[in-house]
Structures are given as structure tokens and as C-alpha cells.
């Protein structure tokens, strides 16, 4: 028997139905329709169902309208701040008035997006580093006496990657709980007092999975009581959950202890006696391990820093000066609610160090007499100033499923890309989803005559060295057929600088990854009518051009993960051990997922043309090519430059 809420969400998105009458634009898809009721009947029966919605589906609405119309506590988490922007402030209040339901939804964002009263008080004293910074802070000191949310996304004049954000902004290191002086005004605390209260909640998965991690150890309770968990751009969780389940420890975090120690010792007579000189010795330590570091790469498994003593023993040395700098922040205990919070910052992170070198130790003792697959990965990775060091779990299944069992909840996941080759089998080993429902819903889109796939003939292998100026001699007329109008997708920031440097000077308006934030890049790209955009990992996804400005995506070859990843390796070894084909089973998934997205750039409208060329000839001399292009959208596909230059010379009907 069809439930009342299957029923509903059917006519509410029929051709007749209230989104029709009540939304400017809207157009009935009998595939929307579909996937909503198999969102409906998951929820009424707190079911797991996975849902691929091709592009143009219009999966957004799909889940919105059962989630508002179910009369359930609901949380909606997104894969970008941007798309959880997108989706609150958009979408959301356009589906609750056609809909007409009184639903009472709220937005939280994570910690780092709210300003924090009392770190902008301490940054009233300090020194900038540039005079951008000092500019950047005097705008954010004007906003902070008129805004009412505290969400720094309104500060969108401020470049994302100022330093400034982490002076005005807490991190679950530095807030002082209930002891911080501006509790009762504090922005995130009303942002989560409101969430908990509502009956929609829009998150993103990082602040999700933070709360699910935190859980575990039997705190946060950011997310109570919700009986339906909607998971969008739902492919990314698994490498996210990855982050979240581990643990890591970095010379950053130490540097920021020093810094907000010497600021609050400096307001406390005779305490800077004390503390300066440790926190000085601390700092040194930072520079000189950093310094012994530049003999091993830039990212590895701990093996690669046990092989030099020299490391492990400025490490050794670092612990030391931590420790003494922990005993001296001690003999202050009770000097002020800021002192005793880096007392406990110093406990944590000198716990989090000592497991570290501990555990990597005792790996380096169990040498190969260790046959077992390792719990968690150890690995490593520097930047310009200091090292993290990172305890990855191999395995999120068993903790993602407990905490699902637990919820007696509805989870929906959906994305444009969750299938390979039609199977959801793949996210489903890695969420630990036993048996979900499952659909797989193919594009709208027409396909045969919006779009062409074009391999060019002639191409050499991906690893030749001359390969990306093959790629760009094969791309040139097929940029000149579509006028620029064109994303260049690359699997490596080597690459793309390789084509940057190649197509500078050229005829069309060039814009680069790097060399301006990514919207800015976006939004020149946009109005120049004609612009090549060359990009890499971040530009694959959660990038929207519509209409005439794209017209062409060319991608360099197969996205495989880069072969030596510590977290890769480790688990591709751990699939051989139990018998598996670890490039089977890991590397061509990821590839597929990560391919799906790059070329689903191309076509975001009924009204969209396109060509999408790729120059790795593995997809027709491999027999995994095969799984790769079944796995795209079904274009026509060519290999002779005329049919591109007559698909764009064509005029569309």
C-alpha cells in the first residue's frame, strides 16, 4: 500500500502538482518524481537507500520536498560550504513556499566559520604581519559590531585565505567551553542552540562526520535526536570519513599553543618569567626539526622517518621542551580560565605526539613478523614551516555502521556519481551499508545531440614525457572549433602549469588555478565569453557553468590516485593480503568517480552543448578502458577531428 508521504511527494512534483503551479521555471521530470518517491518510502520505513541522480535529474528538490513534507527532524549535509549556502538560502525557502509547510529550518557550519568574540578581543593586541592583514582585520572589527550571525561568509570582500580568519575564529583547541567571558553572546553557541531546536538542519560533511566522530567517545550532541539523515555529493564521504575516524598532531598546533600562551602570560604578573623561555625553546625545536626534515619527501609513511635517526631524535627533543613547557604552564594552575584551557591544549597534543612515535616505534620492532593489515595508517607531511603527523584508520565501516544502527534513522546518500559501471557496490564496502536500497538514475539530458566524446587519434602513452604537448598540439584546432569556451582538467599541478605555460599569449583569455581564488576565476571566466580555464583537482567538482561560457572540457588522462599515498598504499597492500586485485578493486573506483565528476562539468542544462575530449588512449588499449566510458554519460564518441568541428559548426535544433 503506498504511504500518504509516497503519495504526496508524487504530486507535489507532478506536472500539475504545487512546485508547477507555485515555482517560476519548473518542469516536470518523471525521474525527480521517481527518485523523490524512493527518498519518501526510505524514510517512512527508516531505511538505507543509495540514489546516483544523473545531472539534470534535479535530485535537490527531489529530497528536499519528502524531507519537509515528513514531518521528521531532518538533517541535510552537503559536500560544500558553498552548495550548504546554496541549498539554505536558496532552495529551501523557494520548496517551503510552494509547499506551504510551516517547517522551521536552521544552517550550522562548523566552528571555524563563526567569529569568535574572544579571539578578536586578543587580536586588538597583536602585531600584523602585512598591512592586508591589518586592513583585512579592521573590516572584520567594523562587521563584528553589526552582525547577527557571526558567519563569517559575510565577510566575502576578505579573500578565503587571508590570515586573518584564524585570529577572529576558535578551533576545538583554543574555545574556552563555558569559561569564555562572551559565552552567552557567542555566535556558535546560538547557531547550535538554534539547529537543535529546528526541524531542518542544513550541515556540510565535515561538520557531520565531526559530530558522528565525537560521538563515539560519547560527546557532541550537535545533531540529537534526528530520524532522517540526507547525504548530497554523498561519493566524497568515504575519504572524508577517513580524516575524521583518525587522529593527527602538528608542529602548527604547537606554534599556536606558544603564541596564545605568551598573550595570556603577558596579562599575569611574573607569569611570562616562566613561561617565555619554554615556549621560545619550543619554537626552536619547530625550526630545527623542520630543518632535519628536508632530507626525506614531502609526505611519506613514518618508515621514511625512522630510516633518519636525525629526525626521530629532533622529534625526541621536541617532546622534551613540550614537556617541559606543560609542567611550567602546571605550576600556573588557576592564573586564568585562558591559561588552564593551553594546559589542557598541551596534554592533548603531547599525548597525540608521544602515541605517535610510540606506535611507529613499535611498527619499526614488529618489522615483517607483523602479517596483519595495520588498524590505522602512521604517515606524515611537511609544510613550508613545520610537519603533521597522521594516524589514518584503514577501515570506517564498523564505526559508520554502529552509529547508523544506533540513529534508527532514514539515510538517504545521493550524488550525480556514486555508481561504477551501474554497481554501488564499491561505496557500499566503504560505508559499511549491508544490503541498501538502491537506484540508479540515468541523465534526462538528450545526450546524442547535446554532446560528443572525442579521443583523438595519435596520442602517446600518459607517460611519455612529451604527452602534454601532444595533448595541447590535438587540443588547439578543437579549441579554435569551439571557440575557447573551455575547462583543461588536469591530473597533476605539474601538468597544468606545463599547459599554462604553453597557452600563454594565445588567443583566447586564459585563466589559471592559483593565480586568483577559485570563484574570482570563476566569474572572469564567465564574463569573458570565450575564456580557457586550466584546472586541477578542485576545479573537477562542485563547479557550475551553465549555457554558452563551456562549451568544451578536455581531460588529461585517468584520474588515478597518485601511486605513493601512504594511505593508498597501505591499503592496496591490505586488499593483496586477503587475495584481492587491489587495482580492481581500489584504484579504477576512485578513477571512475573522480572521471564522472571532471567530465560532468560539461553538460548542466537541457539547453547545454558540448564536447568532451580526453587524450589517455588507455580507455581503448586497456580492457578497463571499457569500465570507464560505460560509466560516462552516453555520448556519441569519435576519434576524427572533422566530427568535432561539425558538431560545433552545427546549429542547434
Given at each position: 500500500?503506498?504511504?500518504?508521504?509516497?503519495?504526496a511527494?508524487?504530486h507535489?512534483?507532478?506536472a500539475?502538482?504545487?512546485?508547477?503551479?507555485?515555482?517560476?521555471?519548473?518542469?516536470?521530470?518523471?525521474?525527480?518524481?521517481?527518485?523523490?518517491?524512493?527518498i519518501?518510502?526510505?524514510?517512512?520505513d527508516?531505511?538505507?537507500?543509495?540514489?546516483?541522480?544523473?545531472?539534470?535529474?534535479?535530485?535537490?528538490?527531489?529530497?528536499?520536498?519528502?524531507?519537509?513534507?515528513?514531518?521528521?527532524r531532518?538533517?541535510?549535509s552537503?559536500g560544500?560550504?558553498?552548495?550548504?549556502?546554496?541549498?539554505?538560502?536558496?532552495?529551501?525557502?523557494?520548496?517551503?513556499?510552494?509547499?506551504?509547510?510551516?517547517?522551521?529550518?536552521?544552517?550550522l557550519?562548523?566552528?571555524?566559520?563563526?567569529?569568535?568574540q574572544?579571539?578578536?578581543?586578543?587580536?586588538?593586541?597583536?602585531?600584523?604581519?602585512?598591512?592586508?592583514?591589518?586592513q583585512?582585520?579592521?573590516?572584520v572589527?567594523?562587521?563584528?559590531g553589526?552582525?547577527?550571525?557571526?558567519?563569517?561568509?559575510?565577510?566575502?570582500?576578505?579573500?578565503?585565505?587571508?590570515?586573518?580568519?584564524?585570529q577572529?575564529?576558535?578551533t576545538?583547541?583554543?574555545?574556552?567551553?563555558?569559561?569564555?567571558?562572551?559565552?552567552?553572546?557567542c555566535?556558535?553557541?546560538?547557531?547550535?542552540?538554534?539547529?537543535?531546536?529546528a526541524d531542518?538542519?542544513?550541515?556540510?560533511?565535515?561538520?557531520?562526520?565531526?559530530?558522528?566522530a565525537?560521538?563515539?567517545?560519547?560527546?557532541?550532541?550537535?545533531?540529537?535526536?534526528a530520524?532522517?539523515?540526507i547525504l548530497d555529493e554523498?561519493?566524497?564521504?568515504?575519504?572524508l570519513?577517513?580524516?575524521?575516524?583518525?587522529?593527527s598532531?602538528?608542529?602548527?598546533?604547537?606554534?599556536?599553543?606558544?603564541?596564545?600562551?605568551?598573550?595570556?602570560?603577558?596579562?599575569?604578573?611574573g607569569?611570562?618569567?616562566?613561561?617565555?623561555p619554554?615556549v621560545?625553546?619550543l619554537?626552536?625545536?619547530?625550526?630545527?626539526?623542520?630543518?632535519?626534515?628536508?632530507?626525506?619527501?614531502?609526505?611519506?609513511a613514518?618508515?621514511?622517518?625512522r630510516?633518519?635517526?636525525?629526525v626521530?631524535a629532533?622529534?625526541?627533543a621536541?617532546?622534551?621542551?613540550?614537556?617541559?613547557?606543560l609542567?611550567a604552564?602546571?605550576?600556573?594552575?588557576g592564573?586564568?580560565?585562558?591559561?588552564?584551557q593551553?594546559?589542557g591544549?598541551?596534554?592533548?597534543?603531547?599525548?597525540?605526539w608521544?602515541?605517535?612515535?610510540?606506535?611507529?616505534r613499535?611498527?619499526?620492532?614488529?618489522?615483517?613478523?607483523?602479517?596483519?593489515?595495520?588498524?590505522?595508517?602512521?604517515?606524515?607531511e611537511?609544510?613550508p614551516?613545520?610537519i603533521?603527523l597522521?594516524?589514518?584508520?584503514?577501515?570506517v565501516?564498523?564505526?559508520?555502521?554502529?552509529?547508523?544502527?544506533?540513529?534508527?534513522?532514514?539515510?538517504?546518500?545521493?550524488?550525480?556519481t556514486?555508481?561504477?559501471?551501474?554497481?554501488v557496490s564499491h561505496?557500499?564496502?566503504?560505508?559499511?551499508l549491508?544490503?541498501p536500497r538502491?537506484?540508479?538514475?540515468p541523465s534526462?539530458?538528450?545526450?546524442?545531440?547535446?554532446?560528443?566524446f572525442?579521443?583523438?587519434?595519435?596520442?602517446?602513452?600518459?607517460?611519455?614525457?612529451?604527452?602534454?604537448?601532444?595533448?595541447?598540439?590535438?587540443?588547439?584546432?578543437?579549441?579554435?572549433?569551439?571557440?575557447?569556451?573551455?575547462?583543461?582538467l588536469?591530473?597533476?599541478?605539474?601538468?597544468?602549469?606545463?599547459a599554462?605555460?604553453?597557452?600563454?599569449?594565445?588567443?583566447?583569455?586564459?585563466?589559471?588555478?592559483g593565480?586568483?581564488?577559485?570563484?574570482e576565476?570563476?566569474a572572469?571566466?564567465?564574463?569573458?565569453?570565450?575564456?580557457?580555464?586550466?584546472?586541477?583537482?578542485s576545479?573537477?567538482?562542485?563547479?557550475?557553468?551553465?549555457?554558452?561560457?563551456?562549451?568544451?572540457?578536455?581531460?588529461?588522462?585517468?584520474?588515478?590516485?597518485?601511486?605513493?599515498?601512504?594511505?593508498?598504499e597501505?591499503?592496496?597492500?591490505?586488499?593483496r593480503?586477503r587475495?584481492?586485485?587491489p587495482?580492481?578493486e581500489?584504484q579504477?573506483?576512485?578513477?571512475?568517480?573522480?572521471l564522472?565528476?571532471g567530465?560532468?562539468?560539461?553538460?548542466?542544462s537541457?539547453?547545454?552543448?558540448?564536447?568532451?575530449?580526453m587524450?589517455?588512449t588507455?580507455?581503448?588499449?586497456k580492457p578497463?578502458?571499457?569500465?570507464?566510458?560505460?560509466?560516462?554519460?552516453?555520448?556519441?564518441?569519435t576519434?576524427?577531428?572533422?566530427d568535432?568541428?561539425?558538431?560545433?559548426?552545427r546549429?542547434?535544433?
Amino acid at each position: 500500500m503506498t504511504s500518504e508521504l509516497v503519495n504526496a511527494c508524487a504530486h507535489a512534483l507532478s506536472a500539475d502538482g504545487v512546485l508547477a503551479r507555485g515555482l517560476e521555471g519548473f518542469a516536470f521530470r518523471e525521474s525527480q518524481q521517481q527518485l523523490s518517491t524512493e527518498i519518501a518510502e526510505a524514510i517512512e520505513d527508516r531505511a538505507v537507500l543509495v540514489a546516483e541522480a544523473g545531472t539534470g535529474t534535479g535530485k535537490t528538490f527531489a529530497y528536499l520536498v519528502p524531507a519537509l513534507l515528513s514531518g521528521k527532524r531532518v538533517i541535510i549535509s552537503t559536500g560544500t560550504k558553498a552548495l550548504q549556502e546554496q541549498l539554505y538560502h536558496r532552495d529551501l525557502p523557494r520548496i517551503k513556499k510552494a509547499l506551504g509547510t510551516p517547517v522551521h529550518s536552521a544552517l550550522l557550519k562548523g566552528r571555524a566559520n563563526y567569529l569568535c568574540q574572544f579571539r578578536l578581543e586578543q587580536a586588538k593586541s597583536e602585531t600584523f604581519a602585512s598591512r592586508d592583514a591589518a586592513q583585512h582585520f579592521q573590516r572584520v572589527l567594523a562587521w563584528a559590531g553589526k552582525t547577527q550571525r557571526g558567519d563569517l561568509a559575510e565577510l566575502s570582500s576578505i579573500p578565503e585565505d587571508s590570515p586573518i580568519w584564524p585570529q577572529v575564529s576558535s578551533t576545538a583547541d583554543n574555545c574556552l567551553g563555558g569559561e569564555c567571558p562572551f559565552w552567552s553572546e557567542c555566535h556558535l553557541v546560538k547557531a547550535r542552540q538554534q539547529a537543535q531546536s529546528a526541524d531542518v538542519v542544513v550541515v556540510n560533511h565535515h561538520l557531520l562526520l565531526a559530530d558522528l566522530a565525537i560521538k563515539q567517545e560519547g560527546f557532541g550532541e550537535v545533531l540529537p535526536g534526528a530520524s532522517v539523515f540526507i547525504l548530497d555529493e554523498a561519493h566524497q564521504v568515504p575519504e572524508l570519513a577517513l580524516q575524521f575516524f583518525g587522529d593527527s598532531v602538528s608542529t602548527r598546533q604547537w606554534l599556536e599553543l606558544g603564541k596564545d600562551v605568551l598573550l595570556e602570560a603577558g596579562k599575569i604578573s611574573g607569569s611570562s618569567i616562566l613561561l617565555a623561555p619554554t615556549v621560545k625553546l619550543l619554537e626552536l625545536r619547530v625550526k630545527q626539526l623542520r630543518a632535519e626534515c628536508e632530507a626525506v619527501p614531502g609526505k611519506g609513511a613514518a618508515a621514511l622517518l625512522r630510516a633518519k635517526p636525525a629526525v626521530i631524535a629532533a622529534m625526541d627533543a621536541l617532546q622534551t621542551d613540550a614537556e617541559t613547557l606543560l609542567e611550567a604552564l602546571r605550576q600556573q594552575a588557576g592564573a586564568s580560565a585562558a591559561l588552564d584551557q593551553c594546559t589542557g591544549r598541551a596534554e592533548i597534543l603531547l599525548q597525540r605526539w608521544r602515541l605517535w612515535l610510540t606506535a611507529a616505534r613499535r611498527e619499526a620492532e614488529a618489522g615483517d613478523e607483523t602479517t596483519a593489515p595495520a588498524a590505522a595508517v602512521r604517515w606524515y607531511e611537511l609544510s613550508p614551516r613545520g610537519i603533521t603527523l597522521n594516524a589514518t584508520p584503514m577501515d570506517v565501516s564498523t564505526p559508520l555502521r554502529q552509529y547508523r544502527e544506533q540513529s534508527q534513522a532514514a539515510w538517504i546518500l545521493t550524488s550525480a556519481t556514486l555508481a561504477v559501471n551501474r554497481s554501488v557496490s564499491h561505496l557500499a564496502a566503504k560505508l559499511g551499508l549491508d544490503e541498501p536500497r538502491v537506484l540508479v538514475q540515468p541523465s534526462p539530458f538528450d545526450w546524442q545531440n547535446q554532446g560528443l566524446f572525442y579521443l583523438p587519434k595519435g596520442m602517446p602513452e600518459p607517460s611519455h614525457p612529451q604527452f602534454i604537448d601532444a595533448l595541447l598540439e590535438h587540443a588547439r584546432p578543437v579549441l579554435e572549433a569551439s571557440k575557447g569556451r573551455a575547462f583543461l582538467l588536469f591530473t597533476s599541478h605539474r601538468a597544468l602549469k606545463q599547459a599554462a605555460q604553453q597557452l600563454e599569449g594565445g588567443p583566447w583569455p586564459l585563466f589559471v588555478q592559483g593565480t586568483a581564488p577559485r570563484m574570482e576565476l570563476l566569474a572572469r571566466f564567465r564574463e569573458s565569453g570565450n575564456g580557457v580555464l586550466l584546472g586541477a583537482a578542485s576545479f573537477w567538482e562542485g563547479v557550475d557553468v551553465a549555457g554558452e561560457a563551456l562549451s568544451l572540457v578536455v581531460i588529461d588522462k585517468l584520474p588515478f590516485a597518485a601511486p605513493d599515498d601512504p594511505v593508498l598504499e597501505a591499503r592496496l597492500e591490505a586488499v593483496r593480503q586477503r587475495g584481492g586485485n587491489p587495482f580492481a578493486e581500489e584504484q579504477i573506483p576512485s578513477a571512475v568517480i573522480a572521471l564522472k565528476q571532471g567530465a560532468g562539468r560539461l553538460i548542466r542544462s537541457v539547453a547545454d552543448r558540448g564536447v568532451l575530449m580526453m587524450g589517455d588512449t588507455r580507455l581503448v588499449s586497456k580492457p578497463y578502458g571499457r569500465i570507464f566510458i560505460q560509466s560516462l554519460p552516453p555520448f556519441p564518441r569519435t576519434r576524427e577531428l572533422d566530427d568535432v568541428r561539425e558538431f560545433f559548426a552545427r546549429v542547434p535544433a
